[in-house]
């Protein structure tokens, strides 16, 4: 099942040079719904631009228009400028989801279908399906993930089982560079706290893209996104992975700053890993721990 009518905002500081991941990108975005609606923000409206973001979006099966903000303020709040388009777009009762993208980041079919269908499990949780940005490398088949650089221990995380073979995890302050909200979720997101840039932990270029992550998070759990995962493999579903296109964490050009990743296959594990098991965490984890079964002796008690 897909989505009936979607919203999409991509965050475009334009640079012709990035054209390329927004033309992979945009293949894509017909097949996310019944009906897209795609929203290029920018912070050009020169001609000459427009006509370059045209070139790639036309004749893909879709309707596009381009919004250029009139007083920005800087450079970095153009990712906040994607609110006012869907405030407005709010109003129109058809349109059933939303979705806010970085202009280097892809998303499928596959996501989308993943996402409608866990979004039906996690409702009774107060949990929302999240995604998980990978990179590759050349000549290497595996996806890694920067956003996660370090293994987690499973039970030392929040989580929740939704049948015998799937289960769902919390990381701590997972970072995806999008958001997807259905109808339900925007009206939560742009008449809460999270519509507030001084809401949230990251920084204010990131918190444009935090969505509802850390509004109205169920007790026990550090935010409301969680990630599926095989209960006897320990694998990441790959049904939420989304391409960070650049690949330029995994794979970085010469003289560009290293960052660690860590192989997804490698991502979860069944014991306790040394970040786990460093004396702050264990204190952490344990008074979590105490929070959850707490919480779980109560619900036993209410039946």
Known sequence: MLPSKLAISICCHFKEERLQYLEKMSIQFAGLASEVL?????NTNQPGDLSQFDAVLRNKGFE????????????????WAHFP?????????SFSHFMYLEDDTLITPINLGYWMEARESLKPYGLIPSFL???????????YSSDCPHP?????????????RLGFINFPELYQ?????????MLEHLHGQSYNPNFGRWGIQEKAAQGVTFLNVPKGFTTRNVIPYDLSSYQ????????????????????Q?????????????????????????????????????SIAASRTNKH
């Not at 919004?67 to 800087?74: A, I, N, S």
């Open 152 to 164: 987690f221990f499973v039970y030392g995380l929040p989580r929740v089982k939704v049948s015998n």
């Open 64 to 79: 596009y228009r381009f919004f250029t903000p009139d007083t920005l303020g800087h450079p970095l709040l153009l990712t």
């Open 257 to 293: 700053k290293i960052i660690k990743t860590m192989p997804v296959q490698k991502l979860l594990r069944p014991w306790p890993t040394k970040v786990f098991l460093k004396p702050k965490n264990l204190r952490k984890i344990l008074k979590e721990f105490i929070k959850l079964e």
């Open 38 to 42: 795609v929203i290029v923000v920018s």
């Open 236 to 255: 990441i579903d790959g049904r939420c992975f989304i391409h960070h296109l650049p690949n330029n964490y995994a794979q970085p050009v010469d003289g």
């Open 177 to 185: 560079g999008m958001y997807l909200l259905d109808r339900e979720l």
């Open 133 to 143: 940005r990978v990179e590759n490398k050349a000549h290497d088949s595996a996806w």
């Open 85 to 93: 388009v869907f405030k407005e777009l709010l109003a129109d009762e």
